[in-house]
């Protein structure tokens, strides 16, 4: 049975959906002001793998992930950009899906963004305020008294006390308490505003979520997930929302993927230690990026460095050149690695686990060509890619993948597949003539290049290094 770590209860848990048979996840998406970086990544792709997984196994899954784009860093941004708000949202969001794409993140089923669900925000703080959880300050802002909400730092594990101890009231806030939080933000000259019963203004950011996964997945569902700095507040400020206006439970498992480090440090842009999605696809394939991300467990931190990267490129480059030249075929073979590869899933997505199985698989493929055994050597390939499907992994054409250029080596004039073709064919015809000293030259040459030559009593092959 499918086992969950949940961020709220803290511990791993059998996965039970609501409905049986159906799943509703809800995704914190992506503030549209700027690239997507690496930890941006590292989310999108751990919950791009969640959905696969879960829509493999069986489950109908309702995936929704959200676009913010309404928030202070927007309006800053735009500000500092001399340019309209909607001309910068748009520009990123089409930035963003063409990330999206490149690393063939499989589409949400819905993707709302917070100035389309407006309405929803101002109704559900209505209810708020009716219920007791929220009050109208005198300068027009709406707040959340935490006070109101038993449970809040449930998640988190954060008491009422540390955050009266470590809260300050800002400039121009009007609070009644440091600890409450903001749900609807009074207008100011030169920003956007939305008519309400609180004057014109426009809301706080974690009001933004609890609408749009409550009106699309209901008031009670079954996963919402994000990065672990989403915990607190964002995320913690969400429940007391959707508890408080609802009365319903909200949802039964928090998942928290871990940070990506550089250095040690926590990748963001406010330390200014991150790299753009757009910045590592010049230098290595979308695939590499998504495996050097899921080989390790989505709760564990993760270091990113050019090594690592070019670790997981070897480790890629391997399992395609297991599956170079064979017709994978269905059958039983690998059925006991296809086994362990679900059961090391089934711990709460142990990709890790998962991967040392599909390592052991492609070794067992090299054996079964190396033997002679064609026909088992097609059918556990055909396992291996089955396998490596729901990952998002091994589906391009071998032959096209290893002899495809890097993107750093294809911008830089490297030698292409007619050049290379062509080379070949001179050191194959050296070699007829028992040129050797040629035949050398040319392999060394082509070496140099980045391209690496395999004889077989069949002919000469070549791939990219």
């Known amino acids: 049975m499918l086992k969950i770590y949940n961020s709220l209860t803290r511990r791993v848990e ?114 708020l305020i009716a219920r007791g959880h929220a009050y109208a300050a005198a300068n027009g802002d709406v707040y959340y008294d935490v006070s109101t909400f038993p449970d809040y730092g449930r998640l988190s594990g954060k008491r009422l006390e540390e955050l009266h101890a470590g809260a300050r009231v800002e400039i121009g806030e009007a609070k009644d308490d440091p600890a409450d939080f903001v749900l609807w933000k009074a207008a100011k000259p030169g920003e956007p505003s939305w008519p309400s019963p609180w004057g014109p203004g426009r809301p706080g950011w974690h009001i ?54 550089v250095n040690s440090e926590k990748m963001s842009k406010s330390l200014g230690n991150f790299f753009t999605v757009r910045e590592v696809l010049k230098r290595f394939r979308p695939e590499v990026l998504r495996y050097f991300v899921l080989a390790s467990h989505y709760r564990s931190p993760l270091d990113y460095s050019d090594q690592n990267l070019q670790a997981a490129k070897s480790a890629l480059d ?65 396992t291996l890619r089955d396998l ?38 001179r050191r194959s015809e050296a070699r007829r003539q028992r040129n050797w000293a040629e035949s050398d030259r040319i392999r060394d040459e082509l070496k140099r290049a980045g391209v690496i030559l395999e004889d077989s009593p069949s002919g000469t092959t070549w791939r990219r290094a």
């Not at 599909?358 to 050597?377: E, P």
């Not at 495809?404 to 080379?423: C, M, S, W, Y």
Request: aromatic share 8%; proline share 4%; glycine share 8%.
């Open 14 to 127: 059998t996965f039970e959906p609501i409905v049986p048979g159906k799943v509703r996840m809800y995704v914190c998406g992506m503030t549209v002001y700027d690239y997507l970086h690496v930890g941006h990544a590292r989310m999108l792709l751990v919950f791009d793998m969640v959905a696969r997984y879960l829509r493999a196994r069986g489950y109908e899954l309702t995936y929704v992930r959200n676009i913010t784009d309404i928030d202070d860093k927007i309006i800053k941004r735009a500000h500092e950009n001399g340019e309209s708000i909607d001309s910068l949202t748009e520009r990123f969001i089409r930035f963003m899906h063409e990330d999206m794409a490149a690393l063939e993140l499989e589409p949400p089923d819905h993707e709302p963004r917070a100035t389309q669900s407006i309405p929803g925000m101002i109704r559900m703080i209505e209810a």
């Open 208 to 261: 933004e979520c609890s609408v749009m996964s409550t009106d699309l997945l209901g008031t009670y569902f079954d996963i919402h997930g994000g990065g672990m700095d989403l915990q607190f507040p964002h995320h913690e400020n969400e429940i007391a929302q959707s508890c408080g206006a609802t009365g319903d439970r909200f949802v039964k498992y928090w998942m928290h993927n871990g940070f990506v480090r």
């Open 318 to 382: 391997g399992y395609y050149l297991a599956l170079r030249g064979l017709a994978p075929a269905a059958g039983d073979e690998g059925r006991e690695h296809a086994a362990r590869f679900h059961a090391a899933m089934e711990e709460d997505f142990n990709t890790p686990k998962a991967f040392a199985e599909l390592a052991a698989l492609a070794t067992a493929v090299n054996r079964a060509r190396a033997a002679g055994a064609t026909a088992r050597a097609n059918a556990l390939a055909g």
């Open 388 to 425: 490596g499907r729901i990952l998002g992994l091994f589906q391009a054409d071998p032959e096209e993948y290893l002899k495809q250029a890097a993107p750093a080596e294809a911008a830089g004039g490297a030698l292409d597949d007619a050049q290379i073709e062509a080379l070949v064919a």
